[in-house]
């Protein structure tokens, strides 16, 4: 286990002495990386934006249940506890008929309703599922349908499924723009791989008449093209954080004409780490492509 470790540590010296031996064509390679992986990585950030955007101006989608006009207190008490026994549901709120009725006088509507003999509104739960997945809502709805003195279930997930039908497509043309970009890195990092062995020929050579094995030979070409992918998905954050801040003024100034106050936010702690990590990996893997191509030949 030593040994081992003390091998991925030398490594890791030599891949850090080649990066740091050139420093020009680091730099580039990790401008490459990192400007065509700010592409995908701030596309989907933009989309989970805009997911939050529209939510605010929107609000919370709820649904609504309409009892029957003849519903008692015992069958309001009964569906009450029916809806708290949903974990399903982040909260409710019982609205009574009397309320709806002055809901309705202060939206404008009092002299429609006041040439009315009785109030022909029925008592109400509005609730707010903990999910925005309409398959959620159809779920519910259909099972709530079933309730006794359950008149009417309205669902307020329209714009919801318009919603996650346009982020669903946009997630998609993010993750192939994602993995074409990715496959054109790894071929970036295979080329810079090939010309590190073509380079080295000479010092291969003699380390495998000293006695040198393939893994101990791979092993820091590996490492090099993981730090370097690494390198690249470090500008890649840079490049989204200074894309975030420079539309940060522009967004807030359009969610305020709709009355939402929003604030544009870059990747968390867990995206970061996975820009990073798939940066890294997509390095990792042409320069084992390349060192499994090509090193057999030196």
Known sequence: MINWLYLHVRAIGQA?????AQPL???LSALVVGIALSLPGGGYLLLDNVASLARGVSGTPEISIFLDMDAGAAELAAIEQRIKAMPELASYR????????????????????GGLKANPL????????????PALFERLSA?????????????????????????????SAVLML??????????????????????????????????????????????????QGALGGLVALGTIALGVRALAGPVAALA??????????????????????????????????????HLAGT
């Open 122 to 133: 029925p008592d109400a739960f509005v609730l707010a599922p903990r999910d925005e997945d």
């Open 143 to 171: 099972e709530m349908r079933g309730w006794p003195k359950v008149a009417h279930v309205q669902l307020d997930s329209a714009w919801v499924k318009r919603l996650h039908a346009l982020l669903g497509l946009g997630r």
């Open 16 to 20: 850090l002495h080649r990066l740091v």
């Open 94 to 113: 019982f609205v009574p008929r009397d309320e709806g009725l002055r809901q309705l006088e202060a939206a404008g509507l009092g002299d429609v309703l």
């Open 256 to 293: 305020e004409t709709y009355g939402a106050v929003f604030a544009l936010s870059g990747p968390d702690l867990r995206a970061s780490l996975v820009i990073v990590a798939f940066a890294a990996f997509l390095g990792w893997l042409g320069a084992a492509i390349s060192v499994r191509r």
């Open 178 to 227: 994602a993995g074409l970009l990715g496959f054109a890195l790894v071929i970036v990092t295979f080329n810079t791989i090939r010309l590190q062995i073509l380079t080295q020929r000479q010092e291969i050579a003699v380390s495998r008449l000293l006695g040198a094995t393939d893994p101990f030979i791979r092993r820091p070409f590996y490492w090099f093209g993981g730090l």
């Open 25 to 27: 064509g680091t730099l």
